[in-house]
């Protein structure tokens, strides 16, 4: 999932989280919140190829945010939504990939 819990378990949460992450992962996973749930996300992340000489001319960088949220529909009864949950989300994705040299290393 897209949330902290996701990543420190790399990626192995999406059939077990019952939160808003759920929107982008596994949005069956929806009906079994017992509650609203809202997350806000934002990574940056930098690679550079100086350990490597033939590489040490490439960089990349991306910068990933998502919004997510999902309310119940309904009264709860028995701890979960009558009517289900009502999830939203947007997930954005941008990077940059940079090479001095134009030819590929040998």
């Known amino acids: 999932g897209q949330t902290a819990r996701g990543f420190g378990m790399a990626g192995s949460s999406v059939h077990t989280s019952t939160d808003s992450s759920n929107v982008l992962g596994n949005p069956a996973g929806l009906g079994k919140m017992q509650g609203a749930d809202f997350s806000l996300n934002y990574g940056h992340n930098r690679v550079s ?32 939504p009558e009517w289900g949950n009502l999830g939203f989300g947007w997930s954005g994705r941008e990077g940059t990939r940079q090479r001095a040299n134009a030819f590929m290393p040998r």
């Open 49 to 80: 190829g100086k350990e490597f000489p033939s590489y040490a001319d490439i960089e990349e960088t991306e910068n990933t945010r998502s919004v997510l949220g999902a309310i119940p529909l309904g009264p709860v009864a028995g701890g979960l």
